[in-house]
Nanobody
Framework: QVQLVESGGGLVQAGDSLRLSCAAS????????MGWFRQAPGKEREFVAA????????FYGDSVKGRFTISRDNAKNTMFLQMNSLKPEDTAVYYC????????????WGQGTQVTVSS
């Protein structure tokens, strides 16, 4: 089993920055990929970013490229999402997720953290 706990959400103004964290515990050695997703009210869940847990290679959704940076600290089993130049349309619940080695989908999800960007 894996447990994922997000933190760092909050209320900020447009143009501000925020850093999200996702602490993982349990079978983290089986992780292949970890990612961030978000879901705004009335909208479908959207891919934000992902990182290969072993190589550190990042992947980004088009809407956040150039503004968000994903990173991880293997020693602390923690993933981060640095969000800069935030826009009101970034307002959503942000979820972290983990995909295990050999899996084709994200197997574990956190409970989410709310990010609200006011204009």
């Amino acid at each position: 089993q894996v447990q994922l706990v997000e933190s760092g959400g909050g209320l900020v103004q447009a143009g501000d920055s925020l850093r999200l964290s996702c602490a993982a515990s349990g079978r983290t050695f089986s992780s292949n990929l970890m990612g961030w997703f978000r879901q705004a009210p009335g909208k479908e869940r959207e891919f934000v970013a992902a990182i290969n847990w072993n190589t550190g290679s990042p992947f980004y959704g088009d809407s956040v490229k150039g503004r968000f940076t994903i990173s991880r600290d293997n020693a602390k089993n923690t993933m981060f999402l640095q969000m800069n130049s935030l826009k009101p349309e970034d307002t959503a619940v942000y979820y972290c997720a983990m995909r295990l080695v050999g899996s084709v989908k994200y197997d574990y999800w956190g409970q989410g953290t709310q990010v609200t960007v006011s204009s």
